[in-house]
């Protein structure tokens, strides 16, 4: 059965740390460009950070530059994004979905999702 399943949200303080998972079964990550996006309350759904399926090169929205960090577990077959200083606007529910052509930050690129992990950052 193909899957894709996030993990990792929850709540954390302004300033703090999650680690998010993005855990394949059914095919191999690796083949494929995994892209990270995030839909808030109200809001369109927005791309967060992609990384390709040949180069591993990454890919960061400008509101999480220098703060998130994309990578590949090939062992664990997961794409995880460790989010550091968060900050309150960083809220919304996260999906992880893949691409098997090439692949930046538009929704429209990606053919498979994830159900979400809801991210909540408040004091």
């Known amino acids: 059965q193909v899957q894709l399943v996030e993990s990792g949200g929850g709540l954390v303080q302004p300033g703090g740390s999650l680690r998010l998972s993005c855990a394949a079964s059914?095919?191999?990550?690796?083949?494929?460009?995994v892209g990270w996006f995030r839909q808030a309350p109200g809001k369109e759904r927005e791309g967060v950070s992609c990384?390709?399926?040949?180069?591993?090169?990454?890919y960061y929205a400008d509101s999480v530059k220098g703060r998130f960090t994309i990578s590949r577990d090939k062992a664990k077959n997961t794409v995880v994004l460790q989010m550091n200083s968060l900050k309150s606007e960083d809220t919304a529910v996260y999906y992880c979905?893949?691409?098997?052509?090439?692949?930046?930050?538009?929704?429209?690129?990606?053919?498979?999702w994830g159900q979400g992990t809801q991210v909540t950052v408040s004091s």
């Open positions: 979905a893949t691409a098997i052509q090439p692949a930046l930050l538009h929704d429209y690129e990606y053919d498979y």
């Open positions: 059914g095919f191999t990550l690796d083949a494929y460009a």
């Open positions: 990384i390709s399926s040949s180069t591993g090169s990454t």
